[in-house]
């Protein structure tokens, strides 16, 4: 059974169809209504969450109805069966367009999701000096596909505590983290974002290690955080309790949102010249 497996030693169709599992969990919705939502046997939905076939179109297309999801499970789909992602971060992947609340802590590295293609270039050509530069681009692209969710209609509530040591680490040089934060300023114009700097002179912060917290709505949060080549997705009361009271002392000891932006505002300028 592929949920007998940790995400590393899963195939992308095992990941995959674990995701679709654990969303249709969080729904609360059966393999059997599932089915006949989408016209398809109970038995067919079974076998597409253990791995064992893969979903036609016509299936994902329908679990992306279902869901309301607007397509996001169909390109997640194509991506992790032939994306460049590795296989143990497919699970956020999947979750991630389904969340309407996002809680993210950044350390070093901004994450992801409202990283600028420059930013993001630069990141993955440290970390793969070595890999051919389509590779890269295709890496780049499938990141920039993330902030899609950002411009949907109703995009999530995003918060984002950024610890004053990502915006001063130099990914790519000087005018590449100007536009960056640049980038970042602009978000948090939107109602839906909110930004926090956690500075240099606050407390010793709770947390030293990035993570987040995903809300699927309800009671459903995961908490997601990496080791050394893997990532580890939580669903369990305590220890989601435990995250997002370690969220809220970042939050408390951060700089409000108005002065974030001013001290962001000052780190562009210094970048600029």
């Known amino acids: 059974m592929s949920d007998e497996l940790e995400p590393q030693d899963m195939n992308p169709l095992q990941v995959f169809g674990r995701d679709l599992a654990e969303i249709r969990k969080a729904r609360k919705i059966t393999m059997k209504a599932l089915g006949l939502a989408v016209g398809y046997s109970e038995s067919y939905v079974s076998k597409v969450e253990a791995g064992e076939v893969k979903p036609s179109s016509r299936f994902v297309e329908g679990r992306d109805r279902v869901f309301g999801t607007g397509g996001m499970i169909g390109r997640n789909f194509q991506r992790m069966v032939t994306g460049v992602s590795p296989t143990w971060f497919a699970p956020f992947l999947t979750l991630e367009p389904q969340a309407t609340r996002i809680r993210d802590y950044s350390t070093a590295f901004l994450t992801g999701l409202v990283q600028t293609p420059a930013y993001a270039e630069a990141s993955f050509r440290g970390a793969h000096p070595h890999e051919a530069p389509d590779h890269i ?93 893997r990532g580890h997705i939580d669903d369990a009361t305590d220890g989601v309790r435990h995250w997002t009271a370690v969220y809220e002392r970042l939050c408390a000891e951060a700089e409000p949102p108005a002065r974030s932006v001013r001290l962001i505002t000052k780190i562009i300028e210094e970048y600029r010249t």
């Open 137 to 229: 681009a295709a890496r780049v692209e499938e990141r920039m596909r993330r902030r899609e969710i950002l411009e949907r209609p109703s995009p999530p509530l995003v918060w984002l505590v950024v610890h004053e040591a990502a915006l001063r680490m130099i990914v790519g040089s000087s005018t590449v983290m100007a536009d960056q934060l640049e980038y970042l300023v602009t978000l948090v114009e939107v109602p839906d974002v909110t930004l926090q700097v956690y500075p240099f002179q606050a407390a010793v912060p709770a947390s030293g290690l990035p993570f987040t917290l995903l809300s699927m709505g309800g009671d459903t949060t995961y908490h997601y955080a990496e080791s050394a080549g």
